[in-house]
């Protein structure tokens, strides 16, 4: 299991504020920079970045440990986006 997706297992298993924030630095840029390539509108963009994460948020404990964690939000951002 990677570093991404312990910190995901960390997160549902006690609402690690700390490992939440880390899973967030982390891949906000990627969320972001999709999101505005797809809306071609900062504001909206941050929005949909604000909603990729409370999905992740929600759906942390059903990831499987196999989950490559950059490419799941990158795919959720475009899937908001839409």
Do not use: C
């Not at 997706?5 to 549902?12: D, F, I, K, N, S």
């Not at 939440?20 to 969320?31: A, G």
């Amino acid at each position: 299991m990677n570093d991404d997706m312990r910190l995901v297992r960390e997160y549902a298993a006690s609402q690690s504020e700390r490992a939440f924030e880390t899973l967030v630095s982390r891949h906000v840029n990627l969320v972001y920079s999709a999101a505005l390539r797809q809306v071609r509108d900062p504001h909206l963009a941050e929005e949909i970045s604000q909603a990729v994460f409370v999905i992740l948020a929600r759906k942390a404990h059903s990831l499987g440990s196999k989950t490559i964690l950059s490419g799941w939000l990158y795919r959720t951002a475009r899937f908001a986006a839409a």
